[in-house]
């Protein structure tokens, strides 16, 4: 009996002196404040109408997610740094992460033609992940992008089509020549031949330049975004044939702040990409059905039989662009049997 009661004040005393250390050492520890959240500054190609469903609800999205771990900043079109200039500012840091067609960010890779809308090489949205994902491309924008320093393509998904926007009707392939229109580098590239004169503008200058008569058109988006940014208020007439299905956007960001991420971020980060690229199949399907009935723009079309001369045209404009590099031919060639695939399969797919 002697023995147990022993043993009781025994534990009972080293109880209390292991709380005792416990208190002291809570006592005795310092307070440790919160660790600032990562903050990362993103520019995208998009104006402040455009962005709200291009890019801004996923980042909303993220710095949810993050739950104060990290957020990101946004600035839509031209806000931190000029357009042109927006692939370089990842480059050196200016900004951590950008949200753009290859073409016009001025990506120093010979692949950026293929950003924004390479002439009638998809027909729909889905086109565009379909290439990526399913046909090579994500892994050649991958080994294009890993010769360049400092800037990581993370992803490639599919926006709007592109169709003409503009102050005069067009009937035929003749009604395009002399037309001054805002367009992508390679799209006007490929738009010359029939006349249309490319022009360059900042993003917030092309209302005004429709307005004012400096421009006679776009063809830089679907009707959705020619509502949205409020360009069909200096517009009359929408053509319904689409120069591409689906416009080719990436994100990148700049290599050095990516590899600071731990990967738990970096997965939530490419969560929201996949989950901007969703909404945007969704919202851009629905919008361009919905203007094209309601919507302020007249609908012109130029007779399909004419317009087959366009899509002859485009393959010819392919075989030219291969001759660029070994990686744009092999480009080339997974865009030419995708779309032969795509014919083969027929509706929905393609439609003769």
Same mark, same amino acid.
């Not at 960010?105 to 010979?110: K, L, N, Q, S």
């Not at 058109?217 to 208020?233: D, F, M, Q, R």
């Given at each position: 009996?002697?023995?147990?009661?022993?043993?009781?004040?025994?534990?009972?005393?080293?109880?209390?002196?292991?709380?005792?250390?416990?208190?002291?050492?809570?006592?005795?520890?310092?307070?440790? @404040?919160? /660790?600032?959240?990562?903050?990362?500054?993103?520019?995208?190609?998009?104006?402040?109408?455009?962005?709200e469903?291009?890019?801004?609800?996923?980042?909303?999205?993220f710095? &949810?997610a993050?739950?104060?771990? *990290?957020?990101?900043?946004? #600035?839509?079109?031209? =806000?931190?740094?000029?357009?042109?200039?927006?692939?370089?500012?990842?480059?050196?840091?200016? &900004?951590?992460?950008?949200?753009?067609?290859?073409?016009?960010?001025a990506?120093?890779v010979?692949?950026?033609?293929?950003g924004?809308y390479?002439?009638?090489?998809?027909?729909?949205?889905?086109?565009?992940?379909?290439?990526?994902?399913?046909?090579?491309?994500?892994?050649?924008?991958?080994?294009?992008?890993?010769?360049?320093?400092?800037?990581?393509?993370?992803?490639?998904?599919?926006w709007?089509?592109?169709?003409?926007?503009?102050?005069?009707?067009i009937?035929?392939?003749?009604?395009?020549?002399?037309?001054?229109? #805002?367009?992508?580098?390679?799209?006007? =590239?490929?738009?010359?031949?029939?006349? $249309? $004169?490319? %022009?360059?503008?900042? #993003?917030?200058?092309?209302?005004?330049?429709?307005?004012?008569?400096?421009?006679?058109?776009?063809?830089?988006?679907?009707?959705?975004?020619?509502?949205? $940014?409020?360009?069909?208020?200096?517009?009359?007439?929408?053509?319904?044939?689409?120069?591409?299905?689906?416009?080719?956007?990436?994100? +990148?960001? !700049?290599?050095?702040?990516? !590899?600071?991420?731990?990967?738990?971020?970096? =997965?939530?980060?490419? *969560? *929201?990409?996949?989950?901007?690229?969703?909404?945007? =199949?969704?919202w #851009?399907?629905?919008?361009?059905? !919905? +203007?094209?009935?309601?919507? @302020?723009?007249?609908?012109?079309?130029?007779?399909?039989?004419?317009? @087959?001369?366009v899509?002859?045209?485009?393959?010819? +404009?392919?075989?030219?662009?291969? @001759? /660029?590099?070994?990686?744009?031919?092999? %480009?080339?060639?997974?865009?030419?049997?995708? !779309?032969?695939? *795509?014919?083969?399969?027929?509706?929905?797919?393609r439609y003769?």
């Amino acid at each position: 009996m002697t023995d147990l009661l022993n043993k009781r004040n025994f534990l009972k005393r080293a109880g209390l002196a292991t709380a005792g250390a416990v208190g002291a050492t809570a006592l005795a520890t310092p307070h440790v @404040k919160a /660790q600032e959240p990562i903050r990362w500054r993103l520019q995208t190609y998009a104006g402040p109408a455009l962005a709200e469903h291009v890019v801004k609800n996923a980042i909303d999205w993220f710095n &949810i997610a993050a739950n104060g771990e *990290m957020v990101i900043e946004l #600035y839509t079109a031209d =806000q931190l740094v000029p357009h042109g200039e927006l692939f370089r500012a990842v480059q050196t840091g200016t &900004i951590d992460a950008a949200q753009s067609d290859d073409d016009s960010a001025a990506a120093p890779v010979d692949v950026k033609v293929f950003g924004a809308y390479f002439p009638l090489a998809s027909r729909y949205s889905l086109d565009v992940p379909a290439l990526w994902h399913w046909r090579g491309l994500k892994e050649i924008w991958e080994e294009a992008y890993a010769e360049i320093p400092d800037v990581t393509w993370l992803s490639t998904g599919a926006w709007d089509p592109c169709n003409f926007g503009t102050t005069k009707p067009i009937n035929s392939l003749a009604d395009l020549n002399g037309l001054r229109v #805002y367009t992508f580098p390679t799209a006007g =590239q490929f738009l010359s031949k029939y006349g $249309v $004169v490319p %022009v360059s503008l900042p #993003y917030e200058d092309v209302e005004p330049a429709l307005q004012t008569g400096e421009l006679d058109g776009i063809c830089w988006s679907g009707t959705t975004e020619l509502h949205t $940014v409020g360009w069909a208020n200096a517009l009359k007439y929408y053509l319904t044939n689409p120069l591409s299905g689906a416009w080719a956007g990436s994100y +990148f960001v !700049n290599t050095a702040r990516w !590899n600071e991420l731990p990967p738990h971020l970096q =997965q939530l980060y490419r *969560m *929201m990409i996949d989950s901007s690229h969703y909404y945007r =199949q969704h919202w #851009y399907w629905a919008g361009e059905a !919905n +203007f094209r009935l309601n919507g @302020k723009l007249e609908l012109t079309t130029i007779p399909e039989a004419e317009w @087959k001369q366009v899509e002859t045209d485009a393959v010819a +404009f392919w075989d030219d662009i291969a @001759k /660029q590099s070994d990686r744009s031919a092999r %480009v080339v060639e997974i865009i030419k049997q995708y !779309n032969a695939d *795509m014919e083969l399969a027929g509706p929905p797919y393609r439609y003769s």
